[in-house]
């Protein structure tokens, strides 16, 4: 079968050494901000897990790479929460809307936020508990950030480190230096300030290095901590990278799991389970940004246990931050401001409570504010943190503008990419003059005598109907011997991308296009996307094509790379492709396709197409039979009205043959180049991994399924796979079954990740492990990723049709850490939310409440969870909030919980109905 080696290929030649806002926002506001009212519509709940019970040590990797930022980048907030495989640090990661947060980064730890209904209540800042997994050892990392303090004291015995400027720019003090700030406001002028030390000074370079050779820091994932309050996160932020210092055991608390006791309640915070696992093609993304996955954003799992109730009592120990690495975060949010009677300032208060409430000058809000603060009530700011001081629980801030008002799409849209530090600004005249100037554009001649000419094969493209940036092409030909040739055909944006350039910095720094509900954020000029590498039909297009000798079965016999020269002979949509498999013997006519090349008749594009589909069956088989796994769950897709924006209605997008059929393909086409790169640059190359799951939340949701009489297997992915198609019985509630455990499945799995081959020392955690394959890359959409620029330029090295990479092994590292924060970020954004609470309120306006079939995925003392079977989407439900209830009844049965819900009748005569 045509797969690549499940082991590592003989070819690779050996490595060398290796804070809530304003109750008083209405309206619009209120409705499409539902966390902000209650906590359980915070990005959908999901069966809840026991945040607070101890966790497993997960899988290690060292590496040789320290994680510095390339000079032209921004660091970005990244909503995950994780320890840095690369810098060994541990990372501080909060809650979306009430929920735990995605594991994101590199999948070692998690800092999750919970609080208590009454803190809440106040709007005090929620507690963070950080959850690492061990890396090599504490000397390693000891050695590694003393290794970044010499490299500091060599740049400049003046000057803080890169890390720190950027610390600095985002308005957090540095490490280990109190601030001027922190000076000066410790006096309480205009009532900043109390006058007395709420944080800690942070620790210096030399101080945290000598600590952690001591082991006295933590910095590796090595132990379960819990930060317990503000003080102890010491003004960290979401995605800030920091060590911490283990308190002593005397400050343990004891988590209690007892579902009748206020720490079950706090612990038990539902989490959102991890996006689909990149078992299939990460292709679709202009698909996917117009139906977003409502329920699946990219959320930190806890490493709690997955059911719904603990009944053992723990000792958690605690710690707090002595350190930041690493400032991920903007400090930037959107929000509301608050007038303050006899105050110089105004009280910003954040969208996003992981964020603190701020201080703002008066002299910063619209000028008629003090006089008419009710007219803003409902008006979206953005404000920027410029620093926060030892001696108060508030930061301090500037706003940066006024976004118009809340609900609106807009200012949503706006402040959430403002937030998550998407560049969504025009391209500027320097970054377009390194296009082409003279337009129309055509292939010069030189170039065409170096390439592959396909000009006159049948080659056409598969994607949504609405794309316009076509970076991939499909060809299959059959051969006499019955064999085929089949080719993947990639536009060769690194042709026009010249290394170095303005263009090439902005899109390093962007490094992927942003798809929202209702646009896209390119990260490229459009001319390029859309014009000059777009695959449009009947236009000669430069291509890097893959191009494979394929038996009937999808065995590999032969396999070539080259730059060529492709002219597609015509746009397909997902559903024309899918027309023509279910209906193989029907003759389309020429009305009921796009505009086709007349060289190549509409019988040989539909042969093509059925050819491939009949390959790509038996290439997935095969992968499925040597252990990939896939999680398949609902997508939705929302229609949007064309003049406010705003959704009309919503479905579940459907996955279908002609989908898969170019997934197989383009998961092929990766593969092959993954092992081209690896053997030429063992050193160099960037490639992608997937982490197993993590230990202890597959032991905790192991027994879970055990009490629940579920027969599902996580010994291998294989296993998993196999569990979720076989093992969940032939009922009317079987659909619906799979769904529930395939969402709770999901909430182990971590974040694939690219990394550069020389940054890590074992080979086995090259692993990908949803796709249960040694390598793989990103190849197959230049147009939208940056990550797949680099390994262009890196396989045309290889084949010797293009320079050597500029860049270091270090940089490249750098460069796919920053790639990891920006896919993490491009698709962590409320606009989900926002659109589907949207359309719900419209449908509840225009049809009256809505009602659906919803499954129970986890059970509480006083509330439980359900997945609603007709959107994906998960939802808590109190039941104190439930009409007409008359009697809550709890038991449980062994460790199996049980609830009684006791309805009163109409008829007093009649039972109650239970």
């Known amino acids: 079968m045509a797969s690549y080696p499940q082991t590592k290929s003989s070819k690779c ?82 809650e979306q809307g009430g929920f735990l947060e995605k594991n994101g980064k590199m999948g070692l730890g998690k800092v999750s936020k919970k609080a208590s209904s009454k803190q809440r209540a106040k709007r ?48 957090m003090p540095s490490p280990g230096v109190q601030s001027r700030h922190e000076k000066k406001d410790k006096s309480g002028k205009d009532g900043r300030g109390s006058g007395k030390q709420l944080f ?22 090595s132990a379960d901590l819990f930060l317990d309050g503000i003080s102890a996160r010491n003004r960290a932020l979401n ?18 799991g007892d579902v009748n006791e206020k720490t079950t309640r706090r612990l038990n915070v539902p989490a959102t389970p991890d996006v689909m696992v990149e078992a299939q093609y990460d292709g679709d993304d202009e698909v996917v940004g117009r139906m977003k996955n409502v329920s699946l954003n990219e959320k930190a799992p806890s490493d709690g246990s997955a059911n719904a109730c603990s009944t053992e009592r723990t000792m958690q120990r605690t710690a707090k931050v002595v350190f930041i690495v690493e400032g991920k975060h903007s400090r930037a949010a959107s929000g509301f401001i608050k007038f303050l009677p006899n105050k110089s300032f105004a009280m910003f208060s954040p969208v996003d409570h992981r964020v603190p409430r701020v201080n703002v000058p008066l002299a910063d809000c619209p000028a008629d504010f003090s006089l008419r603060p009710g007219d803003y009530e409902n008006t979206l700011f953005i404000c920027r943190i410029t620093h926060w001081p030892q001696d108060n629980s508030f930061a ?95 536009a060769d944006v690194s042709f026009f991308l010249e290394e170095g350039n303005a263009l090439d910095h902005l899109a390093g720094q962007r490094a992927t296009s942003v798809y929202l509900v209702q646009k896209v954020i390119p990260m490229l000029p459009r001319l390029l996307c859309e014009e000059l590498c777009s695959l449009n039909p009947l236009t000669d297009r430069l291509t890097f094509s893959v191009i494979w000798t394929l038996s009937p079965e999808g065995k590999i016999l032969s396999e070539w790379f080259g ?64 252990g990939a796994l896939r999680l398949d769950q609902l997508k939705l897709s ?129 692993h990908h492990y949803a796709l249960n394959v040694p390598l793989y890359t990103h190849f197959t959409s230049p147009i939208r990723r940056y990550a797949d620029v680099i390994v262009h330029r890196l396989l045309a090295a290889s084949l010797g ?52 079939e919803a499954m129970v995925m986890g059970v509480l003392d006083q509330s439980f969870d359900v997945l609603v079977l007709q959107f994906g989407v998960q939802k808590r439900i109190y039941c104190n909030s439930l009409e007409g209830l008359k009697e809550v009844r709890y038991r449980k049965l062994g460790k199996k919980p049980e609830m009684t819900l006791v309805w009163e009748t109409d008829n007093p005569s009649k039972e109650p109905v239970q």
């Open 638 to 766: 929302f229609t949007l009205d064309k003049e406010s924006g705003m959704p009309q209605g919503c479905y579940v997008y459907q996955y279908r043959d002609s989908n898969k059929l170019v997934e197989e393909f383009m998961l092929l086409a990766n593969m092959a180049v993954g092992h081209q790169i690896y053997r030429t640059f063992p050193e160099l190359a960037l490639l992608r991994r997937h982490p197993p799951p993590q230990t202890k939340m597959v032991d905790d949701l192991q027994e879970f399924f055990d009490q629940m009489g579920l027969d599902i297997d996580f010994s291998s992915s294989k296993a998993l796979h196999r569990s979720l198609n076989e093992n969940l019985g032939r009922d009317e509630y079987t659909g619906a079954r799979k769904e529930v455990v395939t969402h709770m499945c999901s909430r182990p799995m971590q974040m694939a990740v690219y990394f550069c081959a020389g940054a890590l020392n074992d080979e086995k955690s090259f």
């Open 200 to 221: 800690e000074a942070y620790m210096t370079l030399e101080d945290v290095s000598a600590g952690l050779k001591r082991a006295e820091l933590v910095q590796d994932g």
């Open 239 to 256: 995605g800030d990278v920091v060590v911490v210092k283990p308190l002593p055991f005397s400050a343990s608390l004891e988590v209690n």
């Open 396 to 490: 301090q801030g500037r706003l940066v503008k006024s976004l118009g008002q809340a609900g609106q799409i807009e200012p949503e849209t706006e402040g959430i990419l403002m937030e998550y530090g998407v560049d969504f600004s025009e391209f500027q005249e320097d970054v377009l003059r390194c296009l082409p100037q003279n337009l129309p554009w055509s292939i010069p001649p030189h170039e065409l005598s170096k390439r592959r000419d396909l000009r006159n094969e049948c080659i056409f493209t598969i994607d949504p109907a609405t794309a316009r940036d076509l970076d991939d092409a499909l060809s299959c030909k059959q051969l006499p011997d019955g064999n085929f040739e089949v080719g993947v055909h990639i």
């Open 13 to 94: 030649r050996d490595r060398k050494e290796a804070h809530h806002p304003p109750k008083s926002h209405k309206d619009a506001n209120s409705r499409l901000h539902p966390h902000l009212e209650q906590v359980d519509d915070g990005d959908d709940a999901s069966t809840s897990v026991n945040a607070g019970s101890r966790r497993k040590k997960g899988n290690s990797e060292s590496s040789n790479f320290k994680n510095d930022s390339l000079p032209h980048q921004k660091r970005a907030t990244t909503d995950s929460l994780h320890v840095d495989k690369t810098s060994n640090f541990p990372t501080l990661v909060g």
């Open 801 to 852: 049709c293009g320079r050597r990479l500029r860049l270091s092994g270090e940089e490249v590292h750098a460069q796919a850490s920053h790639c990891n924060d920006r896919k993490t970020a491009s698709k962590r954004n409320r606009l989900e939310k926002l659109f589907q609470c949207g359309d719900l309120i419209n449908g509840v306006k225009e049809c009256g409440p809505l009602e659906s």
């Open 563 to 626: 730059r060529t020269v492709i002219c597609s002979c015509i746009k397909l949509s997902y559903d024309h492709a899918q027309s023509m498999i279910e209906a193989p013997e029907k003759r389309f006519s020429a009305e009921e396709l796009p505009v086709c090349a007349p060289s190549h008749s509409i019988q040989e594009i539909q042969e093509a197409v059925l050819n491939l589909h009949r390959i790509a069956k038996q290439l997935r088989g095969q992968r499925f039979q040597d």
């Open 124 to 171: 005090s800042e929620k507690d963070l508990s950080v959850s690492t997994s061990p890396d090599d050892s504490k000397e390693a990392g000891a050695q590694q950030l003393s290794s970044s303090c010499e490299k500091t004291k060599k740049r400049s015995k003046k000057k803080h480190t890169k890390g720190n400027m950027e610390n600095k720019e985002k308005g």
